[in-house]
Structures are given as C-alpha cells and as structure tokens.
C-alpha cells in the first residue's frame, strides 16, 4: 500500500540555521503532497503542498520540490526560527481526500 | 468562524466504558475524517464521511463506530474502550478534493483507558 517515510527526529537546530527535513513516498500512480506542522498542544495545520512532479510548495519561508524521479518531498527552510520549534509530517493523498501520513519529525530550534 | 470543534479535550475512561467523541465544523465541509496520533506512528485514519448519510472505514477501524447525520456533525464512538485505545484523536474537515486549504484539523481529544 501507500506510504510515506520521514527522518527520524528530533532534529535540534540553533536559531538561523539551515533546515532539511527528508521524506519519501510509495505510491503508484500520481498523488498529491503535503507538509503539516504540529504546533504544541494544538491541532495540524497546512503547511505547503504540491499537487504534480517538478511542483515547488511554499508558505512561511518553508520550501518543498515534488521530484517523482526520487519520489521524495524534503522540505527545507533557510533559517529557522525558535517559533518554528514543532512537529512535522509529511503526507499523500491519492484518492478523494483520504491522506496517509509519516510518523512526523520533531524539530527543536534552540535560541 | 470556529472551525472544527472537538470535545471533551481530554477524557479518562476505564476499559470496557463507551463514550463518544464529538466533532463539529462550521465550514459547510462535505468531507469529514477521524485520526487517532500514536508516538512514532503518525496519524492514521479510522473513519471518514464524504457527505451526510455516508460513512466508511479507514485503516484502524476497529472498536469505533461512526454516523454523520448532518453535515455539520461527526460524532466517534468508541463502543468498549481498550488500552490499546489509549490516543489522541484528531478530527478534520475538508472541501471534496482537499483543493488549496487541504484539511482542518480540531484541536484533538487524549483519550487515556486505564
């Protein structure tokens, strides 16, 4: 079946650093990607999506590529900030608008 | 405009209790959905509604029972709480096809079954 897979976390960064955080899917045919973040406490919110190969997501200085060749989604922000401090998951929908999700990466950004 | 609405935040239950899980949104969304969140294992779905009247299972069905009567409803049950139900359970809400917003999620309810 479908599948998502993430690094597994937690990935601590200092303040301004660099942020890759990896994830690759199974799935046949065509689906559509997403990345949702966690904040504490709180429910997932949408974070970026890409609906076809070669679509680049981006919201809040966050970035990711659909690149079906290596059916993978990183997503990657220049400079973190402690605000951006929560857990992340990436996710596929395929079909209507079910969504199968990764186990989620936490990222703590120290000040 | 409140969103999707999920109570109790958290709920205590002993094994064998029923309860249910209410969620409602004020979005006029046709598509609504249950996840529970386990550490390590992301979210996977329970069940989900494409409309009122119509219910169907997700990949952890077991144990929970769902009805939409209305759109704006979607209530979880859990018919005998098990340990192994022990969770946070998140409901979300969505146009048909997810289109640019994608899901909106409630806050979540811990469910702990001692």
């Known amino acids: 079946g479908d599948s998502v897979t993430q690094m597994e976390g937690p990935v601590t960064l200092s303040e301004e650093a660099f942020l890759t955080i990896n994830c690759t899917y199974t799935?046949?045919?065509?689906?559509?990607l997403f990345w949702y973040v966690q904040y504490p406490g709180e429910g997932l919110q949408l974070l970026l999506k890409a609906t076809k190969a070669d679509d680049k997501g981006s919201n809040k200085g966050f970035e990711a590529t659909y690149r079906k060749e290596t059916t993978s989604f990183h997503l990657e922000k220049g400079s973190v900030q402690v605000s951006d401090s929560a857990v992340y998951f990436c996710a596929l929908s395929k079909y209507g608008n079910k969504l199968v999700f990764g186990a989620g990466t936490i990222l703590r950004v120290k000040s | 405009n409140a969103g999707v609405t999920q109570t109790p935040k958290f709920q205590v239950l002993k094994t064998g209790q029923s309860m249910t899980l209410q969620c409602a949104q004020d979005m006029n969304h046709e598509y609504m959905s249950w996840y529970r969140q386990d550490p390590g294992m992301g979210l996977r779905l329970i069940h989900y509604?494409?409309?009122?009247?119509?219910?169907d299972q997700g990949e952890v069905p077991n144990g929970y029972n769902v009805s939409r009567s209305t759109t704006e409803d979607f209530p979880l049950r859990l018919l005998s709480a098990a340990p192994s139900q022990t969770s946070v359970y998140f409901c979300a809400s969505s146009y048909e096809g997810l289109n640019n917003y994608g899901y909106t999620f409630g806050s979540g309810t811990r469910l702990t079954v001692v």
């Open positions: 799935a046949t045919g065509y689906p559509s």
């Open positions: 509604s494409v409309g009122a009247g119509i219910t």
